[in-house]
């Protein structure tokens, strides 16, 4: 029986979790569509790394670092600044992400399914030519295989600094694996399938990377975009932390500069802070297969 003397607490969680929710997800999945309706756990169940790195708060700050990490392919970032409107909607792209994230991993098998279909419908569209008068296609193998490595890497790299429990390698190149499932399903070309293999491709990949003029104006706005007032100190923290997640020599071809007393003494501090209000918030996933396991 629920204690009186908690109510108003509950309450409050309850109004914070809700418009959480609204910012990091967008359209919410339908309940029958969550993994464990009748017995579909989904592409990857609730025992998967996958499902652990997902669930977490760290997740926001891994979708941000993925965003400034992405615009350093100069095709990639054509495609972003020419299709999106990400001045006028900053969250759009992460919404979109996250209703993506959300339904490859805690849906079930068709939810998913569809999921990946509805994308692989649009990148078709998605195509033009970059400022050094190269041809993009959202759909080329090569570029899918760049934006989820990217995703992939930011992540992780979010979970391991923030995350709620600690990722053993074992779980890491799980992760990876598990995760390979995904763009490779939306038509990339292979892509790591171990932590290793993961920064073996940056280093293999990183000559086709440099911060142009789209990438370092799409960072600049990402560190300080137009959002409603009372947003502005907790997107204020998530950027400072995803900055600092980025390697350094991503930092260097944006211009970033390194601050480690300020990332040490007030930044991480502050994100870890938010991380476990987040997660205080929002609860755990309230997902059938969680309970039924």
């Given at each position: 029986?629920?204690?009186?003397?908690?109510?108003?607490?509950?309450?409050?969680?309850?109004?914070?979790?809700?418009?959480?929710?609204?910012?990091?997800?967008?359209?919410?999945?339908?309940?029958?569509?969550?993994?464990?309706?009748?017995?579909?756990?989904?592409?990857?169940?609730?025992?998967?790394?996958?499902?652990?790195?997902?669930?977490?708060?760290a997740m926001l700050i891994g979708g941000v670092r993925a965003l400034m990490l992405q615009t350093l392919?100069?095709?990639?970032?054509?495609?972003?600044?020419?299709?999106?409107?990400?001045?006028?909607?900053?969250?759009?792209?992460?919404?979109?992400?996250?209703?993506?994230?959300?339904?490859?991993?805690?849906?079930?098998?068709?939810?998913?399914?569809?999921?990946?279909?509805?994308?692989?419908?649009?990148?078709?569209?998605?195509?033009?030519?970059?400022?050094?008068?190269?041809?993009?296609?959202?759909?080329?193998?090569?570029?899918?295989?760049?934006?989820?490595?990217?995703?992939?890497?930011?992540?992780?790299?979010?979970?391991?600094?923030?995350?709620?429990?600690?990722?053993?390698?074992?779980?890491?190149?799980?992760?990876?694996?598990?995760?390979?499932?995904?763009?490779?399903?939306?038509?990339?070309?292979?892509?790591?399938?171990?932590?290793?293999?993961?920064?073996?491709?940056?280093?293999?990949?990183?000559?086709?990377?440099?911060?142009?003029?789209?990438?370092?104006?799409?960072?600049?706005?990402?560190?300080?975009p137009s959002v409603p007032l009372v947003m502005r100190p907790p997107f204020a923290v998530v950027s400072?932390?995803?900055?600092?997640?980025?390697?350094?020599?991503?930092?260097?071809?944006?211009?970033?500069?390194?601050?480690?007393?300020?990332?040490?003494?007030?930044?991480?501090?502050?994100?870890?802070?938010?991380?476990?209000?987040?997660?205080?918030?929002?609860?755990?996933?309230?997902?059938?297969?969680?309970?039924?396991?």
């Open positions: 029986m629920a204690n009186p003397l908690f109510a108003p607490f509950d309450l409050a969680r309850s109004f914070v979790g809700e418009r959480l929710r609204d910012v990091l997800q967008g359209e919410r999945m339908l309940e029958s569509d969550l993994a464990g309706t009748d017995g579909d756990m989904g592409l990857f169940g609730p025992g998967s790394a996958v499902w652990k790195v997902h669930s977490d708060p392919h100069p095709l990639a970032m054509a495609g972003v600044a020419e299709h999106s409107n990400y001045r006028e909607d900053p969250f759009g792209r992460l919404h979109r992400t996250g209703a993506f994230l959300g339904a490859t991993t805690f849906g079930t098998t068709a939810a998913a399914e569809r999921a990946i279909a509805q994308v692989r419908s649009i990148h078709p569209r998605v195509r033009g030519t970059a400022p050094d008068g190269r041809q993009y296609a959202a759909d080329d193998p090569h570029l899918l295989a760049w934006v989820h490595v990217a995703l992939i890497d930011s992540l992780l790299a979010a979970y391991k600094r923030y995350g709620s429990t600690r990722m053993t390698r074992a779980e890491t190149d799980r992760y990876v694996a598990e995760f390979s499932r995904i763009p490779l399903a939306l038509g990339s070309e292979p892509v790591p399938m171990t932590a290793a293999e993961l920064q073996d491709w940056f280093v293999v990949h990183r000559a086709e990377l440099y911060g142009g003029r789209q990438a370092k104006e799409t960072v600049r706005y990402l560190l300080a400072a932390a995803a900055v600092g997640l980025l390697p350094g020599w991503a930092r260097g071809m944006l211009w970033i500069p390194r601050v480690p007393l300020v990332e040490n003494m007030a930044v991480r501090p502050a994100t870890t802070a938010m991380v476990r209000m987040l997660g205080w918030a929002l609860g755990p996933p309230q997902l059938p297969a969680l309970t039924a396991a």
